[in-house]
């Protein structure tokens, strides 16, 4: 179905979701108010520094309100709920696509033709997906330490419809493929055929980024309460687990790649947004282990990619 020039698509609007979101977090993180209220979480957001080092109590109304709205959070633990959400709602589209159910041809019917995700990307890569979205959630259930920090409730429902888009921006590109394919039992087991370059060159950074990541929540989780890890990881990151956060999507977008290129925009937006969170983050846990553990103990490490950030 051809649409109204005028009218953005479905991966279009998933793109301006994606960019919104990401403008929203710089720009919080640009206003000191809004940064100190709303954007630390997790052990960032505990006192690393001397009590008298908090800002004097708010006396204007508006600074009263920016409290009263900062007020408003949910435990650190609800991290675990994003990776539920994702999940569900993968499973959710693997069946309306499989069915060619009805939600799935109302988006269908929003996106433009030729799109260019051939059928073997849309299964691939939602199995790639929901394979990180299980580890997650496994490591916040299982492996990470449960602790009393809490999170602004935005943040949290951000993290919600991030993994609800996403879960759909990974197939919105293979729309003409999956209704032109007829799914059975037979014909499904037969979606992973042999590997193109694109697909080996996409497949092996998300193994390796998964596995690195992995093992890097896996000892922070076993440090001491706030320790300074000292992993080779971490000789010259602040924060490795994001960059290969980073990584795993840069993979999604290469493997869901449209014949003739060599990048999935939507997907792309969907990292965008993640480099622009996670650089706010990794910036705001270099600033707690400064106040903690003193300047020099980050002084020779990138936050989050060596040589660039």
Not at 48 to 66: E, Q, R, Y
Not at 87 to 111: D, E, K, N
Not at 225 to 237: R, V, W
Not at 273 to 282: A, E, I, K, T
Request: aromatic content about 14%; charged content about 10%; overall charge positive.
């Amino acid at each position: 179905m051809n649409l109204p020039d005028n009218l953005p698509d479905a991966p279009q609007l998933l793109q301006l979701a994606f960019t919104f979101a990401a403008a929203s977090v710089i720009l919080i993180n640009a206003i000191p108010p809004f940064q100190r209220r709303f954007i630390p979480y997790g052990k960032v957001a505990t006192p690393a520094g001397d009590a008298s080092s908090s800002p004097p109590p708010s006396t204007n109304p508006i600074s009263k309100l920016l409290d009263l709205l900062a007020t408003f959070t949910v435990p650190h633990s609800y991290f675990e709920h994003f990776y539920i959400a994702g999940i569900l709602s993968s499973l959710f589209w693997a069946w309306q696509i499989f069915t060619h159910g009805p939600v799935y041809q109302f988006l269908a019917a929003r996106c433009p033709t030729g799109n260019g995700m051939s059928i073997h990307q849309v299964a691939l890569v939602w199995l790639c997906f929901l394979a990180q979205l299980i580890r997650r959630f496994y490591e916040c259930r299982f492996i990470q330490k449960k602790g009393t920090s809490r999170m602004w409730i935005t943040h949290y429902l951000l993290g919600i419809a991030f993994y609800v888009l996403m879960s759909t921006a990974i197939w919105i590109e293979g729309t003409d493929a999956i209704s032109s394919y007829t799914f059975t039992p037979l014909s499904v087991a037969a979606l992973l055929r042999d590997p193109s370059l694109k697909t080996c060159i996409g497949f092996i950074p998300f193994v390796l980024a998964s596995g690195l990541q992995h093992d890097a929540h896996a000892y922070l989780a076993s440090l001491k309460k706030y320790s300074l890890p000292e992993h080779p990881m971490f000789y010259k990151l602040v924060c490795p687990h994001y960059l290969a956060e980073v990584i795993i999507y840069a993979s999604l977008m290469v493997l869901a790649a449209p014949k003739g290129v060599w990048l999935n925009l939507t997907i792309w937006s969907g990292m965008v947004f993640v480099v622009c969170n996670l650089g706010v983050s990794s910036s705001h846990t270099r600033a707690w282990y400064e106040k903690k553990f003193g300047r020099d103990a980050v002084a020779r490490k990138w936050n989050m990619v060596v040589g660039i950030y």
